[in-house]
């Protein structure tokens, strides 16, 4: 029975298992099938991502016809290559969740931002004072006013 070349698991708290394995190549860099862990007319090992289409460095050469198993010197030095695949992978996943939540959060400030606008432009055309506005939204007076005033002096001072 053909044993299949070794796979690695890795749990990434979130996301997850990763798996990978090694390939077998041929000298054009073409993957060739391998049987039992040996790879018939080899000649390089390669790591291989089985959730996309990554390969990692070419970590042994090996001379073309001959049939070896990987070392496990080699092994480990593919698997490794391969974690650090993964590693990646996952802090980009991250980071493309970081900005997934940052612009879902962008766009409910600026919904709030334009309700908080409309608020004060109504208690303003009610007669509130910019110190009762600053006081309700939690900064000064002055800043209420160049924040929200409509006036040819608010715009001025806001020039400046």
Known sequence: MARPLPEWELLVPGEGPYVGTMR??????REVPSAEGIGAGAYAWRAKCLHCPWLGE??????????????????????????????????TAAVLDSLEQLDRL???????????DDAVRRLRAE??????????????????????????????????
């Open 58 to 91: 070419t970590a042994v050469r090996i001379g073309v016809g001959s049939a070896p198993r990987p070392s496990s010197r080699t092994v480990d030095r593919l698997e490794e290559q391969w974690v650090r695949h993964i590693y990646e992978v996952s802090a």
């Open 106 to 116: 962008a766009t409910r400030q600026q919904a709030v931002t334009e309700v908080l």
């Open 24 to 29: 077998c190549e041929d000298a054009t860099g």
């Open 127 to 160: 007669g509130a004072s910019w110190a009762q506005v600053a006081e309700l939204v939690g900064m000064t007076r002055q800043a209420a006013w160049e924040h929200w005033a409509d006036s040819s002096a608010a715009r001025r001072h806001r020039g400046r």
